[in-house]
């Protein structure tokens, strides 16, 4: 989708494969907002699941298995087996009353096999402003010179 949608709910990793937890992000747009492919890849599935539009896409170059992306609820624009483009145009969000009551909103996951991924980790730092600061190891980097070393 465009600009920065607000992530309604973020990602809650299951502790197992059948447990509780929030498998992808979801992210806050009205119905009928295009929804672009994150990256390039090939349409895995297109289709219906218990009654909502489903679109997952297998993006290239990720290794094996491939990483594959899902988005929902939607009315797929491609079809099973479609190359798609980073930014491509792929469906239109659908209303879903049952999901993100009272607002309308992007179900966007990430799976690699087995293993659901957040999704967010597949955009760029700009997109992710608010994000937590990380610390990098400095292991290797030499001091600044002229400066002392407080120990």
């Known amino acids: 989708m465009g600009g920065r949608p607000a992530v309604l709910r973020g990602w809650e990793p299951p502790a197992g494969p059948y447990g509780p937890g929030h498998r992808g992000v979801d992210l806050q747009a009205p119905a009928g907002a295009v929804v672009r492919a994150a990256a390039a890849g090939r349409v895995s599935f297109a289709g219906r699941v218990a009654g909502r539009g489903v679109l997952s896409i297998e993006l290239a170059g990720t290794g094996e298995p491939p990483l594959r992306t899902t988005y929902e609820p939607v009315r797929t624009l491609v079809k099973k087996g479609a190359k798609v483009r980073a930014g491509q145009v792929v469906a239109v969000l659908e209303s879903d009353a049952s ?42 980097v030499p001091e600044p010179a002229g400066r002392p070393v407080v120990p």
């Open 99 to 140: 999901h993100c009551r009272p607002r309308a909103c992007l179900h966007w996951g990430l799976r690699r096999g087995p293993h659901y991924l957040d999704p967010l980790r597949l955009l760029p730092p700009s997109m992710l402003h608010g994000a937590p600061s990380r610390l990098l190891p400095v292991i290797g």
